[in-house]
Nanobody, 115 residues
Framework: QVQLVESGGGLVQAGGSLRLSCVAS????????MGWDRQAPGKKRELVAANSNGGDTNYAASVRGRFTISRDNAKGTVYLQMNSLKPEDTAVYYC?????????WGKGTLVTVSS
């Protein structure tokens, strides 16, 4: 069984920074991609950033230039460095991973950006 556990969410003022972390654990044979989604109140879940083993990295247009995704493959960990945060970044952030050929998600961590 595979688990993804996020950490690092919290309350921050607009213009501030946060770093989210997500650790994959369990019976892991392969990790082909990891990334982050988010869901703001009353809105659909959206892709924030994704990184594949081939080195491809994608960002939502709304976060490009402010957020950076990185991975530590040895630790099965993915990070999301979020800078210049805006109130519209307020959401629950979910880690996701393509692990053992299947998609997995964490339970989420709340990020609140005050104006």
């Amino acid at each position: 069984q595979v688990q993804l556990v996020e950490s690092g969410g919290g309350l921050v003022q607009a213009g501030g920074s946060l770093r989210l972390s997500c650790v994959a654990s369990g019976s892991i044979f392969s990790i082909n991609a990891m990334g982050w989604d988010r869901q703001a109140p009353g809105k659909k879940r959206e892709l924030v950033a994704a990184n594949s083993n081939g080195g491809d990295t994608n960002y939502a247009a709304s976060v490009r230039g402010r957020f950076t995704i990185s991975r530590d493959n040895a630790k099965g960990t993915v990070y999301l460095q979020m800078n210049s945060l805006k109130p519209e970044d307020t959401a629950v952030y979910y880690c996701n991973g393509l692990i053992n050929g299947m998609a997995h998600w964490g339970k989420g961590t709340l990020v609140t950006v005050s104006s």
